[in-house]
């Protein structure tokens, strides 16, 4: 797919609720297959997991991104931020972190404008070791945010354990609010932001909102699209 150029990536903006800003994308990864159309990349990176064509994948999607990322700051200005999706098998990859940042620095970005979402299972199945990581990666200064955190396998008391930046909060913990009640109030007292991603009905925000919630992103806000579309709804936010 790679070489055949049917690899492509997408981005969607993140909103600052307070304001009404765009104050970031999240990136995402899509394989324009000639046959399927365009696929999600949990229909793919799965099965890229099992080898090392994985490590060639993100590596170009990084790149790719922070192209992009760099174009989107010339319009937004520098604290435009991007959020990047990375596997398991990369995040604990030695060697991995300083690839971002030589990658990063050459696009002539700052550290501070990227932001790694990972799982939340992986704090609890591989805590110690990315304890370690996490610490590299906050004396970078790249942020760490955990994508689809749902308080399953890791409870609230334990967050202080890793030098988290954010939350984003999986569909069901949007709907619980005694849940959100809990975590507004951990927001308040460590500085962890919550966000709430895949919103697609507009009375909700105000809801999560009023619960803690500072960013939120989806339909009810802006569709993912291109590098092009993105650009030029950019351009109507700036």
Same mark, same amino acid.
């Given at each position: 797919?790679?070489?055949?150029?049917?690899?492509?990536?997408?981005?969607?903006?993140?909103?600052?609720?307070?304001?009404?800003?765009?104050?970031?994308?999240? %990136?995402?990864?899509?394989?324009?297959?000639?046959?399927?159309?365009?696929?999600?990349?949990?229909?793919?990176?799965?099965?890229?997991?099992?080898?090392?064509?994985?490590?060639?994948?993100?590596?170009?999607?990084?790149?790719?991104?922070?192209?992009?990322?760099?174009?989107?700051?010339?319009?937004?200005?520098?604290?435009?931020?991007?959020?990047?999706?990375?596997?398991?098998?990369?995040?604990?990859?030695?060697?991995?972190?300083?690839?971002?940042?030589?990658?990063?620095?050459?696009?002539?970005?700052?550290?501070?404008?990227?932001?790694?979402?990972?799982?939340?299972?992986?704090?609890?199945?591989?805590?110690?070791?990315?304890?370690?990581?996490?610490?590299?990666?906050?004396?970078?200064?790249?942020?760490?945010?955990?994508?689809?955190?749902? %308080?399953?396998?890791?409870?609230?008391?334990?967050?202080?354990?890793?030098?988290?930046?954010?939350?984003?909060?999986?569909?069901?913990?949007?709907?619980?609010?005694?849940?959100?009640?809990?975590?507004?109030?951990?927001?308040?007292?460590?500085?962890?932001?919550?966000?709430?991603?895949?919103?697609?009905?507009?009375?909700?925000?105000?809801?999560?909102?009023?619960?803690?919630?500072?960013?939120?992103?989806?339909?009810?806000?802006?569709?993912?699209?291109?590098?092009?579309?993105?650009?030029?709804?950019?351009?109507?936010?700036?």
């Amino acid at each position: 797919a790679l070489l055949e150029n049917e690899v492509c990536m997408h981005y969607q903006p993140v909103v600052r609720l307070e304001s009404g800003t765009v104050s970031g994308v999240e %990136a995402f990864m899509r394989w324009n297959h000639k046959r399927k159309g365009l696929l999600r990349a949990e229909w793919f990176l799965p099965f890229a997991e099992h080898s090392d064509v994985v490590f060639e994948l993100e590596a170009w999607a990084v790149r790719r991104a922070c192209s992009a990322l760099k174009r989107f700051q010339q319009v937004m200005g520098k604290m435009f931020f991007l959020g990047l999706n990375v596997s398991l098998k990369n995040a604990l990859r030695l060697g991995f972190l300083e690839e971002l940042i030589e990658v990063v620095l050459e696009h002539g970005l700052s550290p501070a404008s990227i932001v790694l979402e990972v799982r939340e299972e992986w704090l609890k199945y591989f805590a110690e070791r990315f304890s370690n990581v996490f610490a590299e990666v906050d004396k970078a200064g790249v942020s760490i945010v955990v994508d689809h955190f749902d %308080a399953t396998h890791i409870s609230l008391a334990d967050l202080h354990r890793f030098p988290l930046r954010g939350l984003k909060l999986d569909a069901a913990l949007q709907n619980d609010q005694n849940m959100l009640q809990s975590l507004s109030a951990i927001s308040e007292s460590t500085g962890i932001i919550l966000v709430a991603p895949g919103v697609e009905d507009k009375a909700r925000l105000q809801s999560l909102q009023d619960h803690g919630c500072a960013y939120a992103q989806g339909e009810a806000l802006a569709p993912v699209m291109d590098e092009t579309a993105l650009l030029a709804y950019l351009q109507t936010r700036s």
